[in-house]
């Protein structure tokens, strides 16, 4: 598990890389880290296991490179979904270790 800061990072999601051709080959995995670096704030990134940590990718970049993923000729509704699901998932995660990491004591605060 990838570490910065002297920190614990926390898989959330991993995902299938496919190469970016008209074949679909999937050529890897990446999986999506959290951390709560005290010097930089809330951090999440993607790691490939069987690469080394020069391959990671920030959130953006993991966004885009899922959804190339998914680019079908003919299929854009079923690309469509699995965009929305892979980011739901990934939002659901992510709430969930905000929710068990940084406990609130109000429920305003729980709100927000």
Known sequence: MSEISGGQSTPLHSYTLASADEFYEAIGLRVIYVQDD???????WGESPEEDTSTAAN?????LEYALSCDVPGAQEW???QMEAFGEHLGKALADWLRETMPSTTAEQRAI
């Open 59 to 63: 959130l953006s970049q993991m966004l």
């Open 38 to 44: 005290p010097q930089g704030g809330i951090r999440i």
């Open 79 to 81: 690309a469509f979904e």
